[in-house]
């Protein structure tokens, strides 16, 4: 979702979480996105038969302006990879291939206060991954993810601004769901 702010200020999901967060945007919020650091790790071996099981998605970022971040994965496989944010669809990349990763907007409690700028919001939604490419090719799966962000708007003329980048944000995600892996 694209709300409008200019391409300097916030970006992504960050903006839309923003937007909805001060009553801008009625359902924004971000999927899976994440900054751990960029580096890839194999995936974990398998056998040629089918693998199944509960795959987590474990995030957290600092930044409220990135567009490609860190995501660290464990269950079925484990591997460090890169998010690379779309408004309802993320591409993974790790080192042994990609997937897509289709997310709901989310919904759940939103705040911000005007006075000091501080915005909060725990939001839930599910999310479905397909589209697999490499050590991934014919993933399937789904879950439910949880984001909790916190923030600071920078002021500008002492007013909350949502044109410019945050001052602070936190924001950590975790999400489950099954896998298959043929």
């Keep these: 979702m694209r709300t409008g702010f200019t391409r300097t200020s916030f970006t992504g999901r960050k903006r839309a979480a923003f937007a909805a967060m ?3 945007a009625a359902a924004a919020v971000v999927g899976l996105a994440v900054a751990v650091p960029a580096v890839a790790a194999p995936v974990a071996a398998r ?3 089918a693998v199944s099981g509960t795959e987590h998605f474990q995030a957290m970022t600092t930044s409220g302006t990135a567009t490609t971040q860190g995501v660290i994965a464990y269950g079925v496989f484990t591997g460090a990879g ?8 993320d591409t993974f990349v790790f080192s042994g291939g990609t997937f897509k990763v ?9 705040s911000f206060n005007q006075k000091t700028c501080l915005l909060t919001g725990a939001i839930h939604g599910t ?3 397909y589209g697999g ?5 014919g993933i399937s799966g789904s879950g439910k993810y949880t984001v909790t962000v916190l923030g600071i708007a920078a002021k500008s003329k002492g007013v909350c601004s949502m044109t410019v ?16 892996l043929p």
């Design 22 to 24: 001060t009553g801008a």
């Design 47 to 49: 056998s040629a038969a």
């Design 82 to 89: 890169i998010d690379h944010e779309g408004n309802t669809v």
């Design 102 to 110: 289709k997310h709901s907007s989310g919904s759940g409690p939103e």
């Design 127 to 129: 999310y479905t991954v």
């Design 133 to 137: 490419t490499g050590a991934y090719k």
């Design 165 to 180: 980048a945050p001052v602070a944000w936190q924001q950590e995600i975790a999400a489950s769901g099954p896998v298959k």
